[in-house]
């Protein structure tokens, strides 16, 4: 959870000796406290290195551009990938949702609870049915229909665009029934976490659980995923599947897997809002 004077350091570099001691050399340098190190190297010899610091450092926004400073000659020095994170700065998140509750109620109650450390300033749906279920949380609900005619999607998330613009980190689509466009994706210049209800790579585009029946799995799943431009390719942040049997109809599979996809989104949202998270070309560091 978030504290004052706290920071997490994210970096990403080509593996190499002396990395982590110069990392930690810098932050000492300024009487910066390493309270947490995880790293991961994708190989022993030519992989590439990852690593999340957690810092305390008294008066740290004062002190940060100092500390920058030194941390971007260490990442001259090794190619380095890097970013700091105010640990007690909350995300802000947008989530995105159709007429499925169960993604979007999961993170509300989590939130609520203080089990998520991020704010939400709004829910935006192309459908009114979950207003007063968002409202009873005090999360302001926004209604964005999408019209008829060649422009209305475009004019869809032009407005919710205008909704966005500088106020969030995150946008969460919590079963939103909507394929994003590449425009609206480049335009929002924020992260994107996608909710699939299925165990990707099966099953891409709609209607999964009956696919998964037409096919007898005996494993469903749900995979949370920073969305791209290509439907259902981003990056994969986690994943989690239930044993089902053959005598289980495709409904009773939908109901079965809404619960790995509340519990898969939740532990995507929560892990990105602490900053774990890392993505390396089409995969991802979880640390």
């Not at 004052?4 to 593996?15: F, G, I």
Request: net charge negative; proline share 3%.
């Amino acid at each position: 959870m978030s504290q004052t004077d706290t920071a997490r350091l994210l970096v990403a570099c080509d593996d190499q000796p002396g990395i982590v001691a110069a990392v930690a050399g810098a932050l000492a340098a300024h009487g910066a406290n390493i309270i947490s190190l995880d790293q991961h190297s994708t190989d022993s010899e030519g992989g590439r290195f990852f690593q999340r610091t957690v810092i305390h450092l008294d008066g740290l926004a004062a002190r940060r551009p100092a500390l920058e400073a030194s941390i971007a000659e260490v990442a001259e020095r090794f190619e380095m990938e890097w970013s700091l994170h105010d640990a007690s700065r909350r995300k802000r998140v947008a989530i995105f949702v159709s007429k499925y509750d169960h993604c979007l109620l999961e993170l509300l109650w989590r939130t609520q609870r203080g089990e998520l450390d991020i704010d939400v300033t709004m829910v935006v749906s192309n459908h009114p049915d979950l207003a007063e279920s968002v409202r009873s949380f005090g999360v302001p609900f926004v209604h964005t229909p999408r019209g008829t005619g060649d422009d209305a999607k475009a004019e869809m998330e032009r407005r919710q665009l205008e909704l966005l613009q500088g106020n969030v980190d995150l946008v969460v689509l919590a079963r939103y029934m909507q394929i994003l466009t590449d425009g609206f994706i480049t335009g929002l210049g924020a992260p994107v976490i996608n909710i699939h209800h299925s165990f990707l790579p099966a099953f891409i585009g709609a209607n999964p659980y009956a696919r998964a029946k037409d096919r007898g799995v005996k494993l469903i799943g749900a995979t949370a995923h920073y969305a791209t431009a290509d439907l259902d390719e981003g990056p994969i942040i986690e994943q989690d599947v239930t044993r089902v049997t053959h005598a289980e109809s495709a409904a009773e599979l939908q109901r079965r897997g809404a619960d790995v996809e509340r519990y898969v989104l939740a532990r995507a949202v929560k892990w990105h809002a602490e900053d774990r998270v890392i993505v390396h070309g089409r995969s991802t560091v979880i640390l």
